[in-house]
């Protein structure tokens, strides 16, 4: 129908051939086709682009493998060796054209921001599900119930809010690209990175989809909130020898980097697609803060937590998806965030942010891990058959460690002790019994199997240390009874999975819950320690050296909250601490330095208070001490473990008493310190 057809009637309206992707979004008249930029973009200026006619393609599965949502990046073809490289960002493009899912939300064909969930007891889905009713097969025949409903659009696209919004997002993206959100390190180092995020992390939090997330990294598109999430784990996890052929000096200041940059990018709120921001946010809840910082673990695990629900992922059951590997996205991403909920909530004895009684999600199988194979496998790695097995056991250890918290460590105090007990002890034996054979540790041969065995065995033993440790720290008749001594094994058990993980070096890959499970098992054996005496004494130092060994390599990865171990420290006997120091043979002699466990500094770890943008390290003005320049060589955040432990008399704990100001061991403290790491 020509132009000059146009009239009045209704029948004969005109309606433009093409338009491009702004003027589509809104729904207005568009002439791209006689002037480009149209009329609406040039007076907008907003970048004008004509889209690919999706007319006869099913919308699901054309999105099912693209990643092309508005706020893609584009990496330059070919990049220069050795420097920063910036993304090619449109503000305009971000906020005008549609979001893209790889995932698009189930039973819903339109974008997320299209879209909005509302549960059962919102009174607008009974008026919706009220007109929703069908007259001709009478008032009781009624569709099923839908929670996703779409936004209408609004139809004035020149409204001031529009405008303003825009202006706000195009000096947002100057902002954040003077910042350098939008900067990386030269490829080969993002594929370093990269390769250590799938080879350590993703097996244990299978929250992105391996395929989709290569192609979108290959296209250049991939979503710079999500990358910059992505290369901050990737800095942690990666070995001291890949970290090494990187640019940088100090590895938190690495991390702090990248951690910064995602951070830039959230605040910002460049980002839009939901699923990418729960992803992303699940990945900066492995940042660790100091104590009081607000933005730990539980404020960015919080906001993914929330994201989540309200795209409805704790509801799965009650919707259909468009493919296997759609629902098992959302499947691995929930529970993920499940699991490392329910293990954060415990370390720090608070209440979890997800709640069992407000979920209806199928159990994590296996099926739903299993993911299609991958080109370029030396860039992203290969999914193993242990991989497959491992996030669905995890997910039902943490639903059994909600079980243990909430009924032994209650702040009513434990409900039926005894039977309750009884009945979490035979789920854990049932579970171990059921233990895929991939998973146990006699089948372990391999490194990656060696390394989820030892992290699965060691969640493990740490909830029958859960589960018994009341009775190990205050024994009937003083003397360790047959449940008392099911914490100790369990704690023994798992010093052996650790002396196995550190003879391989592992344990600098794994994830934050083997800080809690190793500082759990430490406080065990220094109990221990103290109530025994000849061979079961050398027995227990030697097994609390080996956790305090564990701490030290996992302090090169996760920087562990230095201000616990002294609280922990300060919790023993002056015996006791004095025997169980690390040492350091370069560390100043005890005549030459001299230190005390009371008058020690609390900036025990100075590189935690460093701010690298701030253009060189700057120190804790707490500290009274003057730090020295660590060595640029160093490829681990800088430490002084052993400089906490070192006395001016050499401890004679063993051989003789030595003077104590305080003879006994502070169970109630060092009960309390369980929480923190």
Known sequence: ????????????????????????????????????????????????????????KYPRKKSARQQTDGNSVQLPASSAKGG???????????????????????????????????????????????GRRSPEKGTSEMHMTRFHYPIPEKLDAFNTRDEAFRAHKIKQEGQLRADGAFSYPPPETCETLLRAYFDWFHPCFPVLDRAAVYESYVQGSLSPLLLQAMLFIGVSLCTDEAFA??????????????????????????????????????????????????????????????????RGMHLMSKFSFASRREAGLWKRIWWSLY??????????????????????????????????????????????????????????????LRSIVSTQYSPLGPSSNGASRAALHQQLRDWESNMPLELKLENATTPRAKFLAGLLHMTYQNLYILLYRPSFLHPPDGDLDSQGQIALDAATKSTRVLE?????????????????????????????????????????????????????????????????????????????????????????SPKTESRNLVSATPDIFPALNMIPEAGGPTLNTSSQAAHTQYPTGDISAPSDWYGLFNFTDDYTDISGAAPSHDASLNLQNLEFLYRFL
């Open 1 to 56: 129908m020509s132009s000059q057809e146009t009239s009045g009637h209704r029948q004969v309206r005109t309606r433009a051939k093409q338009a491009c992707l702004h003027c589509n979004k809104r729904r207005i008249r568009c002439n791209v086709l006689q002037m480009r930029p149209c009329q609406n973009c040039l007076s907008l200026n907003v970048p004008c682009e004509i889209g690919v006619s999706k007319r006869g």
């Open 84 to 130: 920063n490289h910036s993304f090619t960002v449109s503000a305009g493009d971000k906020s005008d054209a549609k979001e893209s899912h790889a995932h698009p939300i189930p039973g819903d064909a339109a974008s997320a921001n299209e879209t909005v969930f509302f549960g059962e007891s919102s009174p607008l889905t009974v008026v919706i599900d009220e």
């Open 245 to 310: 052929r990187t640019e940088f000096s100090f590895r938190y200041w690495a991390k702090f980097l990248f951690y910064s940059r995602a951070k830039a990018i959230y605040d910002a709120e460049w980002e839009s697609n939901k699923t990418v921001k729960i992803q992303s946010l699940f990945l900066l809840s492995f940042w660790r803060g100091g104590p009081s910082e607000e933005r730990d673990i539980r404020f960015w695990l919080g906001i993914a937590i929330d994201l989540a629900q309200k």
């Open 339 to 400: 699991t490392r909920d329910q293990q954060s909530a415990a370390a720090l004895g608070l209440p979890p942010h997800i709640r069992d009684k407000d979920c209806d999600v199928a159990m994590l199988e296996p099926d739903d891990i299993r993911e299609e194979a991958v080109g370029g496998q030396s860039l992203f790695g290969v999914q193993c058959i242990e991989d497959l097995s491992y996030p669905a056991e995890m997910a039902k250890l943490a639903k059994l």
């Open 500 to 588: 196995d993980m550190l003879s391989h070096n592992l344990v600098q890959h794994g994830p934050p819950h083997l800080i809690t499970h190793a500082f759990s098992t430490l406080c065990i054996h220094t109990i221990h320690f103290r109530r025994s005496s000849g061979t079961g004494r050398k027995l227990a130092e030697h097994r609390a050296r080996l956790c305090l060994l564990s701490l030290q390599e996992l302090q090169k990865s996760w920087d562990l909250e230095n201000w616990v171990l002294n609280l922990f420290f300060r919790c023993l006997d002056d015996r006791t601490a004095r025997t169980l120091r690390p040492v350091d043979p370069t560390a100043p």
